[in-house]
T-cell receptor, first 112, second 112 residues
Framework: SQTIHQWPATLVQPVGSPLSLECTVE??????LYWYRQAAGRGLQLLFY??????ISSEVPQNLSASRPQDRQFILSSKKLLLSDSGFYLC???????????FGDGTRLSIL | QQPVQSPQAVILREGEDAVINCSSS?????VHWYRQKHGEAPVFLMI?????EQKGHEKISASFNEKKQQSSLYLTASQLSYSGTYFC?????????????FGTGTRLTIIP
């Protein structure tokens, strides 16, 4: 069966520090991969999605970037975090856009 | 564009029914429904594809009216476990579009 792993679960970072969140999927090949951010009490904002290795689509201009170095690995990065980057970050995968998206447990990021 | 969900929040007693609506300003290829409990990741409920189909999942069902560009989620004889925030995710007609746009959510609270 397929599983998705996302880490860390919680992260507290100072303003201006770098960020790296990692997501890996097991049990499938060539999945669509997604990064979302959710502010407290708000909806899901799509940040990036990828349909294959090295193919990244950015939805919201910001100081975040994403990479897909391997088929089932998706990384969210930032060189310098802002206070506004705080939130709940969720990675998800699907076989296709009209298939269910399966979410990781999320990373709760707090910027101080 | 982000689909509009209504109502924003609803409180029900156990056993009562609820309807959550999701409307889009654009023609839709599919509608996904997810439920998110507080502090957890969203969980997939169902997908409806264009064609006006209706689907059921235990006591939760949904319809998709392609002409009206809207979907409705029906929860009958609600249980305490149904509490959470419900999100619709919409996919517009696709030509290389592999993403969902999620609504702002409907918070459902079931009380004994």
């Amino acid at each position: 069966s397929q599983t998705i792993h996302q880490w860390p679960a919680t992260l507290v970072q100072p303003v201006g520090s770098p960020l790296s969140l990692e997501c890996t999927v097991e049990g499938t090949s060539n999945p669509n991969l997604y990064w979302y951010r959710q502010a407290a009490g708000r909806g899901l904002q799509l940040l990036f999605y990828s349909v294959g290795i090295g193919q990244i689509s950015s939805e919201v201009p910001q100081n975040l970037s994403a990479s897909r170095p391997q088929d089932r690995q998706f990384i969210l990065s930032s060189k310098k975090l802002l206070l506004s980057d705080s939130g709940f970050y969720l990675c998800a995968w699907s076989e296709d856009s009209n298939q269910p998206q399966h979410f990781g447990d999320g990373t709760r990021l707090s910027i101080l | 564009q982000q689909p509009v969900q209504s109502p924003q929040a609803v409180i029900l007693r156990e056993g009562e029914d609820a309807v959550i609506n999701c409307s889009s300003s654009k023609a839709l290829y599919s509608v996904h429904w997810y439920r998110q409990k507080h502090g957890e990741a969203p969980v997939f409920l169902m997908i409806l594809l264009k064609g006006g189909e209706q689907k059921g999942h235990e006591k939760i069902s949904a319809s998709f009216n392609e002409k009206k560009q809207q979907s409705s989620l029906y929860l009958t004889a609600s249980q305490l476990s149904y509490s959470g925030t419900y999100f619709c995710g919409t996919e517009i007609y696709r030509f290389g579009n592999e993403k969902l746009t999620f609504g702002t959510g409907t918070r459902l609270t079931i009380i004994p």
